[in-house]
């Protein structure tokens, strides 16, 4: 069983920072690919960012390159997206997914994740 657990969400002005985190077991980290999708009211779900566990292999979608992170810490068996510059149109619920996949790509629909996590909500103000 994949348990995924989010932490990290807030309310932050445009511009600041906020650092995500996607608990995790040691084995799924290992094992799987882990992706942050996120959800803004109104719209589909789209992914951000992934990881794979095996190779530590990131990829992002274009519109946060530069400026979201993807890392992995392993003694911490967490999943972390920090995010920096953000602006209101980034105001959504973020979730990590789960699967085991050799690679990832950010921009993969979300219907490939077998795992989610609950969410948590980011807000970001003008």
């Known amino acids: 069983q994949v348990q995924l657990v989010e932490s990290g969400g807030d309310s932050v002005q445009s511009g600041g920072s906020l650092r995500l985190s996607c608990a995790a077991s040691?084995?799924?980290?290992?094992?799987?690919?882990i992706a942050w999708y996120r959800q803004a009211p109104g719209k589909e779900r789209e992914g951000v960012a992934c990881i794979v566990g095996l190779t530590g292999s990131t990829h992002y979608t274009d519109s946060v390159k530069g400026r979201f992170t993807v890392s992995k810490d392993n003694a911490k068996k967490t999943v972390l997206l920090e995010m920096n510059g953000l602006k209101p149109d980034h105001t959504a619920v973020y979730y990590c997914?789960?699967?085991?996949?050799?690679?990832?790509?950010?921009?993969?629909?979300?219907?490939?994740?077998?795992?989610w996590g609950q969410g948590t909500q980011v807000t970001v103000s003008s």
């Open positions: 997914a789960a699967a085991p996949l050799p690679a990832c790509n950010a921009d993969a629909p979300s219907g490939i994740f077998d795992y």
């Open positions: 040691a084995s799924t980290l290992e094992r799987y690919t």
